[in-house]
């Protein structure tokens, strides 16, 4: 009887043992954990914010009656500061609805004017329509797009009225 009871201990205590024995002979499973720091943002100058460029006012529509013509560039900024300094380079990409005869940088014009649109572009001649991307590189924590923008009439012969154009940007940082 105490052979049983000998031997019925130990095949309890091998029942007990055996699901662990069988965690010890899996396989290996590699786990790879992953991540990625970014940059964080700058702030957006005050004098940045809600822009409205004036690309005048008493524009004769005789100054534009030949195709190809535009009138004088307009300068602009679009300034970042106080960028921290793990923040190296920023990335703006412009949005907006883009000119039927030239997306590459130009916008569709919203006012009454006929035949004419609003382009867009670094003062370096960098197109800047739509889902076009700027690159800037962060010195002294801050960073300064330099535009430009004007009328432009790809057919001539504009129709008088206003000229409106829209045109929202976003950074993205690193």
């Known amino acids: 009887m105490n052979n049983k009871i000998k031997t019925m201990r130990s095949i309890i205590g091998y029942c007990l043992l055996l699901p662990f024995i069988q965690c010890w002979g899996g396989d290996n499973v590699p786990v790879h954990v992953t991540g990625a720091v970014t940059g964080s943002p700058c702030t957006i100058s005050n004098d940045s914010v809600q822009q409205t460029i004036d690309l005048g006012h008493d524009i004769s529509n005789l100054s534009l009656k030949n195709p190809g013509s535009s009138t004088d560039w307009v300068t602009f900024n679009i300034n970042l500061e106080a960028c921290p300094e793990a923040t190296k380079t920023v990335f703006m990409s412009a949005h907006g609805t883009s000119d039927d005869d030239n997306p590459a940088d130009m916008y569709k014009n919203t006012g009454d004017a006929t035949n004419v649109a609003v382009q867009v572009q670094s003062q ?37 009225g206003e000229v409106s154009a829209s045109m929202t940007v976003t950074f993205e940082y690193q």
């Open 124 to 160: 370096t001649g960098e197109a800047l329509g739509d889902g076009k991307t700027l690159k800037g590189t962060i010195i002294n924590n801050a960073y300064s797009y330099k535009l430009r923008a004007r009328i432009y009439t790809q057919k001539g012969k504009p129709g008088p």
